[in-house]
DNA sequence: ACCTGAACACCGTTCAAGT
DNA sequence: ACCTGAACACCGTTCAAGT
């Protein structure tokens, strides 16, 4: 009896599951940037649950995202990790690297450099990822500035900035490969540039 | 009679005009991008006008954003003009400073940069003026170009996008106004680069 | 413990009815 | 000729009712 007791739950909490799956996968599917959005009733509909079943397991549309991104996100950051091991020398190739690679995870699904820009009160499980990808980032930018491979001016949330800047211009046309590659071109030949260009102390 | 038969419809038409009047000082406030955003039933309501005639005198959204933006648009572009005739020495700074104000007028009202960055086929009145500002800034960058300030290996689509990435960051953060002239400053230090990097003909 | 689906407040947009 | 405001189809979100 006890162990039926234990039965039951169990039933429902792998029923449960399957049904998250299947939210996630049809999210996954319609969410993908050049698919076009679509209603979080919609993504109900079709995987064949009610809304309010959605609502449950995902509070709203960025606990959702954050759920489809979380496993890519964390490869992200151990990947960074890793790069922060490179010798000095490959220090600023390192990071440019690693910003190519991120651009492609932030412009995956709509909306997501809104949330990167947006250093609210982080209360959503995406803002804790987006956090998560600062550090790395911070880390991997403070190593190549002290190499001199990047210009030293630069503050962190001014890269995240650039990048999501970047991320949301293949947001908009995640067709255009070779037009993101040029953004991201001169971007990277502007940080190397080192700053002979006098910027007024104040205004930091 | 005849009088009359003119006055009555030309009084109509003051009284329309008024109330197109009152819709663009309301919207003018509540579009402004510090103030966040308000639907368009809203802006009639405030406007004292029905929601039909709001639509009836601006079809969409961005035919409001359009006429609240005309004049400025105008004046870009008449700048633009004038900067042409600079000496060739000054090309380059011509152009930074043209895409500095550029980078103001795009980021004053939310969902502009992203009309600027569809190059949709233009049926709307703000396509129509995001075009104009697009022809202006091909001439100021191939003469820059043409004078050796700005790498040859940029097109124009690429140097709208980077503008357009630069006025989203603006909009997203209107206040920080510090952060948004760092950013610019990055970029224009990758657009003065030499491109020594060759880029694959092919991706071209 | 988990799910359903009607319901709510809102959005952009349309259109019959008025003057 | 111009305006009004109810109406429509949709959105994200909630919640009573079910199993």
């Known amino acids: 009896m006890v162990e039926l007791a234990e039965t ?8 449960a599951r399957r049904n998250r799956d299947r939210i996630l ?5 319609a969410f993908a940037n050049r ?7 919609e993504v109900a509909r079709r995987a064949g649950v009610g809304t309010g079943t959605l609502f449950r397991h995902f ?5 959702l ?13 151990t990947e960074a990790e890793r790069l922060l091991g490179v010798p000095a020398d490959d220090a600023g190739s390192a990071l440019f690297e690693w910003l190519t690679d991120l651009v ?9 450099s809104a949330v990167l820009l947006a250093e609210q009160d982080a209360d959503s499980a995406l803002h804790a990822a987006c956090h998560a990808v600062d550090q ?22 001014e890269l995240i900035s650039l990048i999501g800047a970047i991320s949301w211009v293949k947001e908009q046309a995640p067709d255009r490969d070779a037009h993101v590659r ?12 080192s700053p002979p260009r006098t910027r007024s102390a104040s205004a930091r």
């Open 35 to 41: 698919n076009g959005d679509i209603s979080l009733n």
């Open 65 to 77: 995202l954050e759920a489809l991104m979380h496993d890519r996100t964390e490869a992200l950051c």
């Open 8 to 15: 039951a739950p169990r039933q429902l909490r792998a029923h």
């Open 104 to 112: 492609d995870h932030v412009a995956a699904y709509q909306g997501v």
């Open 182 to 193: 040029a953004l991201l071109t001169v971007m990277i030949d502007g940080l190397r540039t």
């Open 25 to 29: 996968a049809v999210a996954r599917d």
């Open 136 to 157: 790395a980032a911070t880390s991997l930018l403070r190593r190549a500035q002290q190499t001199g491979a990047v210009r030293a001016d630069l503050a962190p949330d």
């Open 59 to 63: 509070p709203n549309r960025d606990a």
